[in-house]
């Protein structure tokens, strides 16, 4: 009997291993600075964590049908470079469009729009002509980040696009706070979305057919999944959110340049490796995609917090990394 | 190194007198905590910043100012914005910025207003209303363009003296120029600055190439391999953005011995050497040292609530108008290498 | 103490989990003789031979090889032991040529660098003992199916191993194959060697086999001489009840056509070159033909998965073009898929998931009145499919890899009876299940032609198709060389006319 | 007749869709700008190609074998920093070392090893604890990177490392003359690498093994193929590789500095993947890798050659790279 529960805890302890890493790791930052156990903390990662995970949620389906999107971080770009180029305060001295006064959901749709156009073209490369996702969204990034320095430059002058209206840059700063937590729009926007992500998963044809595609594609054809509309729609889906998050993460740094969103992608991607989505395909959850962006903000968060110097942080960022997969993959070999 | 005997002309402040708060202090706490001072600079990769950190870094360790924590934003302005959460939340007395993208200083000046802590940028410059709309914030560094023009200055005076050589003898200047990174504000004003001064001098110019090689001197080097492959003898200079980037069109220079002049900007202490020797044009030098201590001396004065300028040593001015203290650039050729080499020599 | 046995494993057990799936097991083989393994779906023959193998770690038990108490930690020492295996699933590298996958693991080498004329004359040499023709250069994802599993037993023996495991090794071989393969076997059982067969063919057991073991649920039920049981009181050891029949009886009454195939020709080297065939209402088709004869072609070129270059496909009189597999279930088609690991199965997914996922894509499907899937509903659906195909599973949660290799073949049957189609196309549907599930979904078959639903049914068993089919369809070279009706099937007939277009 | 042969043509030139795309490009390239056409070109682009396709040589395998590597990059950098900060000129300003004069190969060697060393441990992660290549190389990466900027920074004062020794840079700088066409030591290099691993790919046990690996890994196992040993030798094999080239990018540039070899990942493995290497694994040559070296230099170089502005570079870049792929892509998709 005895031994019968040890096991049961060991057994417990691996397949929870993500999240007892997660709070071991927490258990270390605050033995090393107690300051960070705050609700401040909490409430600065939430906030940092909301356009990370928005990324996340896109570039995770498609990992799940078997791709990979390096183009996110230059889609970010370019739509966080669009709208702040729409939203700046009409009194703003350097100011790209005088006088215009868009609603503020235009600019963002607009983003949107042409983030999910740039995600469609992609996936009519990968689903119709067969181009490796790998390539296809390398050179994707590269038109994008070409299209963008050309905008930016004829536009803002190469310039930084400062000067962003508050009713824009709130919904990224500002908040409510509820029990002394200060909870920012954006954490909630990204909440919504997560929530929307998980009902696409789990609860609609078009999720199942994303497992499908990814666990099997030859099979999910023969069953009758219409893949390369499936797939288009999931594409469409991760450009909408990278649209979405990129407008908000200028607003949330209060300006945007076209090196804004450089390499997020491999920021999103291990962030979902990190919560257990598979580069394979078929496998991830919502919960774990969630979970791996508050990992990887915890670290980023941490240890600047403990003060370790910046080369070091490269290091442990890294070891932290590796630490939090390799328990993961301990689970993974022990269920099968 | 050499940095244990230089700062003392400058006194650390907080020693001299505790005064800071109003109510009866505590007596016996004595060895007074040193001000925690936070510091984000926009890349590790980069070689000149490299040199004003490490100027920051060392200024502090040989007086024993303050505790420094260096953070590299990895030219990302939202990582950047969130080492500065990460600093207030921890409760440092001071940031020193040296921002990725300027225009989120203002939600930079916001952060810190809010948190009352002073924040002082370094090598970019913000727009001068950020600077404007908070006391505890100042700019070290100089305006873009001024860079620019000094080094197209060099470049004119030395073509009207003839020591540029015109090596097609068509009474043209030929010229390639090699740029950081597409839209980086430097790079941009570097190059405008060039222009300025060309078309202001009324001399007769024309630019073959131009190509961006993101302060990188590997691919500097594979650029200027293609134009001397094509121009072998129509170039007349090749001008970097920096000198990073020079030591890779330098380095091609002498692997194909086609003798072609470079200028470049920074006067890092790699290229001092080959500026002696005449192997390489000429620099323009913006004194990181100064910017270090300035940046330093600043802070310090901010956390301990006096005036800016209170022991000013530096020989800097500043500009009230842009609330902004300016080094002023200098053109370095071989004569005047010396003041390149005192500005770098407690920055490494 | 002179080896009696050849091998013996005693006691084993083995849990996956909850599932015991080796219950004390014990097992001998003699030294020249084949000793038949059978038992029904899930029984744990296959994981009797992963534990020998060295795939599965056991929980207890010992395992002698002669007289050496061995435990295999690996395949590789498995290998190194003597001991090869035909696995039950095709696992081969597709993208490399047949002689690579042969000699995977153990390439001769000559001065360090692998030596390719040893390897391609050593690879001919055994495929003409086995009296095969195929090329060792050809790559694996080209070659048909039969002649993949061909190659997998060319692997096994090229190992001149003490014992050889073979895992159905005949479930894609048509019957002259079969042969081939026993007279092999026989050769093999000739040199002292011995070679543990898993098959649901028992009439194939009664052919080669020497010795017999049946399992049920995990454990040993008898071992004995084969010679002392006749197959119907093999099957009911095997499945714990009587079994008077093997087939259903049949009573469904053809009606009129509704699907007409004209000069069917696909696009491509390897396609259909000439197909022609009626279908009738409530009618069960047979097709047979060798391997290689690209009936597997065919019914994916009528199911959309091929193009067409020529011919025409008449539903109901009405001219219709299959473009995808979605166009092809919206004219009420189905097809059961030849090879499962390539495209049925989801291996990595929940049983659930595999059994509805041609369903979800059913506009309407499962759908609460959120216009969202319901959980409820389809767990409902799935354990019909359980239910109704009688698969063994601890539940609908679990991966779809956790199952027996029959097991899984009946899930993905299930998933196509969901969808209540008009055409049923069935590609060797009953590879790799045990007779009493045969029964089953021969029933199955039968009462949908009852309900008047059509079924074309490929088998490499032609006594499945006399057994069921109303009327065969020949095909060989990639042509339809004649059509029997039941009244004039004869074996002679068939392979006469499986032979003609070589 | 008639129809048959111009159907002959176009299976052609599907079937080498590759070379006819090279050849298109270079046809463009020398209507927009006719001095292209020179030895002169000739040699500097297989001047530049050399160390990436070292680089790319050793990734490949890995790709192959069904991994990634987001590592190269770095791994490069720090090759090229130790070995350039034990190369240096003993009357160079800044040396780091004085007094050091070791032979030519030491340094190399020590690079090569600390490189092979590195890729081993991210071996023995992939083989043996399961954790997926992407991580474990993204980790790898960043610790990679730490330590570099820590040696960088410490030993060379984050100061760029010049004044590398002539006996160095000759190798990667000067070359001899053939009918006019310079060819440098490292091409003669790189084109060793390149039979080498060539030789290790088709003609041993290692090279069929990892195919097999990358093909279908559980038959691997089963035909008892030590998976995880002939990972490991392959990634140090990879390890060696990145060294190798990453000491001589040192040299070919004159110096190094902590950025060197930053996104160097992306080129290697895109052109692996432009030569037809699958990012699914068990599918690729050696001629496919290096005309996709070629291809990408061509692409640098040209676009810079006929002096297309930064920004469209970037569009032009990537429609190039997607051009080649789609037509590769659609030989792969025709029926035969
Ligand atoms: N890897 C696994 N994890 C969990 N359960 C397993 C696993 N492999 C097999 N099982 C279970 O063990 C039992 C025996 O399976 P096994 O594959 O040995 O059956 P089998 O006799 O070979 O059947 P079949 O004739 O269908 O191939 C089944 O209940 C199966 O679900
Ligand atoms: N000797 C051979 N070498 C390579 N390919 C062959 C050979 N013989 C036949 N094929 C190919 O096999 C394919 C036909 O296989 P298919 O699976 O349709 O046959 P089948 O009749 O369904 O046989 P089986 O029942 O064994 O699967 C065609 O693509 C054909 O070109
Ligand atoms: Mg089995
Ligand atoms: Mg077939």
């Given at each position: 009997?005895?031994?019968?529960?040890?096991?049961?805890?060991?057994?417990?302890?691996?397949?929870n291993?993500?999240?007892?890493?997660?709070?071991?790791?927490?258990?270390?930052?605050?033995?090393?600075?107690?300051?960070?156990?705050?609700?401040?903390?909490?409430?600065?990662?939430?906030?940092?964590?909301?356009?990370?995970?928005?990324?996340?949620?896109?570039?995770?389906?498609?990992?799940?049908?078997?791709g990979?999107?390096?183009?996110?971080?230059?889609?970010?770009?370019?739509a966080?470079?669009?709208?702040?180029?729409?939203?700046?305060?009409?009194?703003?001295?350097?100011?790209?469009?005088?006088?215009?006064?868009?609603?503020?959901?235009?600019p963002?749709?607009?983003?949107?729009?042409?983030?999910?156009l740039?995600?469609?073209?992609?996936?009519?490369?990968?689903?119709?002509?067969?181009?490796?996702?790998?390539?296809?969204?390398?050179?994707?990034?590269?038109?994008?980040?070409?299209?963008?320095?050309?905008?930016?430059?004829?536009?803002?002058?190469?310039a930084?696009?400062?000067?962003?209206?508050?009713?824009?840059?709130?919904?990224?700063?500002?908040?409510?706070?509820?029990?002394?937590?200060?909870?920012?729009?954006?954490?909630?926007?990204?909440?919504?979305?997560?929530?929307?992500?998980?009902?696409?998963w789990?609860?609609?044809?078009?999720?199942?057919?994303?497992?499908?595609?990814?666990?099997?594609v030859?099979?999910?054809?023969?069953?009758?999944?219409?893949?390369?509309?499936?797939?288009?729609?999931?594409?469409?889906?991760?450009?909408?959110?990278?649209?979405?998050?990129?407008?908000?993460?200028?607003?949330?740094?209060?300006?945007?340049?076209?090196?804004?969103?450089?390499?997020?992608?491999?920021?999103?991607?291990?962030?979902?490796?990190?919560?257990?989505?598979?580069?394979?395909?078929?496998?991830?959850t919502?919960a774990?995609?969630i979970?791996?962006?508050?990992?990887?903000?915890?670290?980023?968060?941490?240890?600047?917090?403990?003060?370790?110097?910046?080369?070091?942080?490269?290091?442990a960022?890294?070891?932290?990394?590796?630490?939090a997969?390799?328990?993961?993959?301990?689970?993974?070999?022990?269920?099968? | 190194?050499?940095?244990?005997?230089?700062?003392?002309?400058?006194?650390?402040?907080?020693?001299?007198?505790?005064?800071?708060?109003?109510?009866?202090?505590?007596?016996?706490?004595?060895?007074?905590?040193?001000?925690?001072?936070?510091?984000?600079?926009?890349?590790?990769?980069?070689?000149?910043?490299s040199?004003?950190?490490?100027?920051?870094?060392?200024?502090?360790?040989?007086?024993?100012?303050?505790?420094?924590?260096?953070?590299?934003?990895?030219?990302?302005?939202?990582?950047?914005?969130?080492?500065?959460?990460?600093?207030?939340?921890?409760?440092?007395?001071?940031?020193?910025?040296?921002?990725?993208?300027?225009?989120?200083?203002?939600?930079?000046?916001?952060?810190?207003?809010?948190?009352?802590?002073?924040?002082?940028?370094?090598?970019?410059?913000?727009?001068?209303?950020v600077?404007?709309?908070?006391?505890?914030?100042?700019?070290?560094?100089?305006?873009?363009?001024?860079?620019?023009?000094?080094?197209g200055?060099?470049?004119?005076?030395?073509?009207?003296?003839?020591?540029?050589?015109?090596?097609?003898?068509?009474?043209?200047?030929?010229?390639?120029?090699?740029?950081?990174?597409?839209?980086?504000?430097?790079?941009?004003?570097?190059?405008?600055?060039?222009?300025?001064?060309?078309?202001?001098?009324?001399?007769?110019?024309?630019?073959?190439?131009?190509?961006?090689?993101?302060?990188?001197?590997?691919?500097?080097?594979?650029?200027?391999?293609?134009?001397?492959?094509?121009?072998p003898?129509?170039?007349?200079?090749?001008?970097?953005?920096?000198?990073?980037?020079?030591?890779?069109?330098?380095?091609?220079?002498?692997?194909?011995?086609?003798?072609?002049?470079?200028?470049?900007?920074?006067?890092?202490?790699?290229?001092?050497?080959m500026i002696?020797?005449?192997?390489?044009?000429?620099s323009?030098?913006?004194?990181?040292?100064?910017?270090?201590?300035a940046?330093?001396?600043l802070?310090?004065?901010?956390?301990?609530?006096?005036?800016?300028?209170?022991?000013?040593?530096?020989?800097?001015?500043?500009?009230?108008?842009?609330?902004?203290?300016?080094?002023?650039?200098?053109?370095?050729?071989?004569?005047?290498?010396?003041?390149?080499?005192?500005?770098?020599?407690?920055?490494? | 103490?002179?080896?009696?046995?050849?091998?013996?494993?005693?006691?084993?057990?083995?849990?996956?989990?909850?599932?015991?799936?080796?219950?004390?097991?014990?097992?001998?083989?003699?030294?020249?003789?084949?000793?038949?393994?059978?038992?029904?779906?899930g029984?744990g023959?296959?994981?009797?031979m992963?534990?020998?193998?060295?795939?599965?770690?056991?929980?207890?038990?010992?395992?002698?090889?002669?007289?050496?108490?061995?435990?295999?930690?690996?395949?590789?020492?498995?290998?190194?032991?003597?001991?090869?295996?035909?696995h039950?699933?095709?696992?081969?590298?597709?993208?490399?040529?047949?002689?690579?996958?042969?000699?995977?693991?153990?390439?001769?080498?000559?001065?360090?660098l692998?030596?390719h004329?040893k390897?391609?004359h050593?690879?001919?040499?055994?495929?003409?003992?086995?009296?095969?023709?195929?090329?060792?250069?050809?790559?694996?994802?080209?070659?048909?199916v039969?002649?993949?599993?061909?190659?997998?037993?060319?692997k096994?023996?090229?190992?001149?191993?003490?014992?050889?495991?073979?895992?159905?090794?005949?479930?894609?071989?048509?019957?002259?194959?079969?042969?081939?393969?026993?007279?092999?076997?026989?050769?093999?059982?000739?040199?002292?060697?011995?070679?543990?067969?898993?098959?649901?063919?028992?009439?194939?057991?009664?052919?080669?086999?020497?010795?017999?073991?049946?399992?049920r649920?995990?454990?040993?039920?008898?071992?004995?001489?084969?010679?002392?049981?006749?197959?119907?009181?093999?099957?009911?050891?095997?499945?714990?009840?009587?079994?008077?029949?093997?087939?259903?009886?049949?009573?469904?009454?053809?009606?009129?056509?509704?699907?007409?195939?004209?000069n069917?020709?696909g696009?491509?080297?390897?396609?259909?070159?000439?197909?022609?065939?009626?279908?009738?209402?409530?009618?069960?088709?047979?097709?047979?033909?060798?391997?290689?004869?690209?009936?597997?072609?065919?019914?994916?070129?009528?199911?959309?998965?091929?193009?067409?270059?020529?011919?025409?496909?008449l539903?109901?009189?009405?001219?219709?073009?299959n473009?995808?597999?979605q166009?092809?279930?919206?004219n009420g088609?189905?097809?059961?898929?030849?090879?499962?690991?390539?495209?049925?199965?989801?291996?990595?997914?929940?049983?659930?998931?595999?059994?509805?996922?041609?369903?979800?894509?059913?506009?309407?499907?499962?759908?609460?009145?959120?216009?969202?899937?319901?959980?409820k509903?389809?767990?409902?659906?799935?354990?019909?499919?359980i239910?109704?195909?009688?698969?063994?599973?601890?539940?609908?949660?679990?991966?779809?890899?956790?199952?027996?290799?029959?097991?899984?073949?009946?899930?993905?049957?299930?998933?196509?009876l969901?969808?209540?189609?008009?055409?049923?196309?069935?590609?060797?549907?009953?590879?790799?299940?045990?007779?009493?599930?045969?029964?089953?979904?021969?029933?199955?078959?039968?009462?949908?032609?009852?309900?008047?639903?059509?079924?074309?049914?490929?088998?490499?068993?032609?006594?499945?198709?006399?057994?069921?089919?109303?009327?065969?369809?020949?095909m060989?070279?990639g042509?339809?060389?004649?059509?029997?009706?039941?009244?004039?099937?004869?074996?002679?007939?068939?392979?006469?006319?499986?032979?003609?277009?070589?």
């Amino acid at each position: 009997m005895q031994k019968f529960s040890a096991k049961t805890v060991y057994r417990f302890a691996v397949h929870n291993s993500i999240y007892i890493f997660l709070f071991l790791m927490l258990v270390v930052i605050v033995i090393m600075d107690p300051s960070f156990l705050s609700l401040t903390t909490l409430g600065i990662i939430m906030g940092q964590s909301a356009s990370k995970l928005i990324f996340a949620l896109g570039v995770a389906g498609l990992i799940i049908m078997g791709g990979v999107d390096l183009s996110v971080g230059r889609q970010v770009g370019l739509a966080a470079v669009l709208s702040a180029s729409l939203l700046q305060a009409p009194d703003y001295f350097n100011v790209i469009f005088p006088g215009l006064n868009l609603p503020l959901l235009v600019p963002v749709a607009l983003a949107m729009t042409v983030t999910a156009l740039i995600s469609f073209v992609q996936g009519i490369m990968v689903s119709k002509i067969k181009v490796p996702p790998f390539i296809s969204s390398l050179g994707t990034s590269l038109i994008v980040y070409g299209v963008c320095c050309i905008y930016y430059d004829k536009f803002a002058g190469s310039a930084p696009i400062g000067g962003l209206r508050e009713d824009f840059t709130a919904v990224s700063q500002q908040g409510f706070t509820v029990l002394g937590l200060k909870i920012s729009y954006l954490f909630i926007i990204a909440m919504f979305c997560a929530f929307l992500v998980w009902v696409i998963w789990n609860k609609t044809t078009l999720g199942k057919n994303m497992f499908a595609i990814g666990g099997n594609v030859n099979s999910a054809k023969v069953s009758g999944v219409n893949v390369s509309k499936n797939m288009l729609i999931m594409y469409i889906l991760a450009g909408l959110l990278y649209g979405l998050g990129g407008a908000f993460e200028g607003a949330r740094t209060g300006s945007a340049s076209n090196v804004l969103g450089q390499s997020y992608e491999l920021d999103a991607m291990a962030a979902c490796v990190v919560g257990g989505v598979s580069m394979k395909g078929g496998v991830g959850t919502i919960a774990g995609v969630i979970i791996g962006v508050i990992i990887l903000q915890v670290i980023n968060y941490g240890l600047v917090f403990v003060r370790v110097s910046a080369d070091v942080q490269y290091i442990a960022k890294g070891a932290i990394i590796l630490l939090a997969v390799m328990a993961d993959a301990k689970k993974r070999s022990m269920i099968d | 190194t050499q940095t244990a005997q230089q700062p003392s002309e400058s006194a650390p402040p907080e020693q001299e007198q505790p005064q800071k708060s109003e109510e009866p202090a505590p007596v016996e706490e004595e060895p007074a905590e040193l001000p925690s001072i936070g510091m984000t600079v926009y890349s590790y990769a980069n070689t000149y910043t490299s040199y004003i950190r490490k100027g920051i870094q060392n200024y502090i360790a040989a007086g024993n100012l303050a505790e420094i924590q260096v953070a590299d934003a990895e030219n990302d302005a939202a990582k950047q914005i969130e080492q500065i959460d990460t600093y207030i939340a921890q409760g440092v007395d001071a940031l020193i910025v040296m921002p990725v993208d300027t225009a989120a200083a203002s939600t930079m000046v916001d952060k810190a207003k809010a948190a009352g802590i002073p924040i002082i940028f370094v090598n970019k410059r913000p727009s001068v209303d950020v600077l404007k709309s908070y006391d505890k914030t100042i700019f070290v560094g100089l305006p873009l363009v001024v860079s620019g023009e000094m080094q197209g200055q060099m470049v004119v005076d030395h073509w009207n003296s003839g020591k540029i050589a015109d090596r097609n003898g068509d009474g043209v200047l030929q010229f390639c120029t090699v740029t950081g990174d597409l839209g980086h504000p430097d790079a941009e004003a570097r190059v405008v600055g060039n222009r300025n001064v060309f078309d202001a001098s009324g001399i007769k110019y024309e630019e073959l190439d131009r190509q961006v090689a993101s302060w990188d001197t590997t691919k500097a080097k594979d650029v200027s391999e293609i134009w001397l492959g094509k121009w072998p003898n129509d170039l007349d200079i090749i001008i970097s953005n920096n000198d990073a980037m020079a030591l890779g069109v330098l380095e091609t220079i002498k692997q194909t011995g086609i003798d072609v002049p470079v200028v470049g900007i920074n006067c890092l202490p790699q290229v001092h050497d080959m500026i002696r020797s005449g192997e390489y044009f000429g620099s323009v030098l913006s004194d990181p040292w100064k910017q270090a201590k300035a940046a330093v001396d600043l802070t310090l004065n901010a956390i301990n609530g006096k005036d800016w300028f209170d022991g000013n040593e530096w020989e800097v001015e500043y500009n009230a108008e842009e609330n902004s203290i300016r080094i002023t650039d200098i053109m370095i050729t071989a004569e005047n290498l010396h003041l390149a080499e005192e500005a770098y020599k407690n920055c490494t | 103490m002179t080896s009696e046995y050849l091998l013996r494993m005693e006691h084993i057990c083995k849990s996956f989990g909850v599932v015991k799936a080796l219950d004390d097991v014990t097992f001998t083989v003699r030294p020249g003789t084949v000793h038949a393994l059978v038992g029904e779906n899930g029984a744990g023959k296959s994981t009797l031979m992963n534990v020998l193998f060295g795939i599965h770690q056991r929980d207890s038990g010992e395992i002698w090889l002669k007289d050496k108490t061995v435990c295999c930690a690996n395949p590789h020492d498995a290998l190194m032991h003597g001991i090869s295996m035909v696995h039950q699933e095709l696992d081969q590298v597709s993208e490399r040529t047949v002689m690579e996958n042969i000699w995977l693991g153990r390439y001769p080498a000559r001065l360090m660098l692998v030596d390719h004329k040893k390897m391609y004359h050593d690879t001919k040499k055994i495929f003409e003992s086995m009296g095969v023709d195929i090329d060792p250069k050809a790559t694996v994802k080209n070659l048909p199916v039969s002649y993949r599993q061909m190659a997998e037993i060319a692997k096994a023996i090229s190992y001149n191993s003490d014992i050889i495991v073979m895992d159905e090794p005949t479930s894609s071989l048509t019957e002259k194959e079969v042969d081939k393969l026993m007279q092999l076997m026989n050769i093999i059982r000739g040199q002292g060697r011995g070679i543990i067969f898993i098959t649901h063919k028992l009439d194939e057991v009664k052919r080669i086999a020497d010795d017999i073991t049946i399992m049920r649920d995990g454990k040993r039920i008898w071992t004995g001489d084969v010679k002392e049981y006749d197959i119907n009181q093999i099957v009911s050891l095997m499945v714990g009840r009587e079994m008077d029949n093997l087939y259903p009886p049949k009573d469904n009454v053809p009606e009129e056509t509704v699907l007409e195939v004209r000069n069917l020709k696909g696009m491509g080297k390897n396609a259909v070159k000439d197909v022609s065939f009626k279908l009738r209402k409530g009618e069960i088709l047979g097709i047979a033909g060798l391997l290689g004869s690209r009936r597997t072609e065919l019914v994916e070129t009528i199911f959309g998965l091929r193009p067409i270059e020529s011919g025409e496909i008449l539903l109901n009189g009405k001219p219709i073009v299959n473009k995808s597999p979605q166009q092809a279930i919206k004219n009420g088609f189905a097809l059961v898929t030849e090879e499962r690991k390539f495209n049925g199965n989801f291996p990595g997914m929940s049983v659930l998931f595999n059994a509805l996922i041609t369903k979800f894509n059913r506009r309407g499907a499962y759908r609460n009145n959120l216009n969202l899937l319901s959980s409820k509903k389809m767990a409902k659906d799935a354990q019909w499919v359980i239910d109704t195909l009688r698969v063994k599973t601890p539940g609908s949660a679990i991966k779809m890899s956790k199952l027996s290799g029959g097991n899984q073949q009946k899930v993905i049957i299930g998933r196509w009876l969901l969808l209540n189609p008009d055409i049923l196309l069935l590609d060797d549907p009953t590879r790799g299940i045990d007779v009493g599930a045969k029964y089953e979904i021969y029933q199955f078959i039968i009462n949908l032609a009852k309900q008047g639903k059509s079924i074309i049914m490929i088998s490499s068993d032609m006594s499945e198709l006399f057994g069921v089919a109303d009327r065969v369809m020949v095909m060989s070279n990639g042509y339809e060389t004649g059509c029997l009706d039941r009244s004039e099937l004869n074996q002679e007939t068939i392979f006469k006319l499986s032979a003609q277009r070589l």
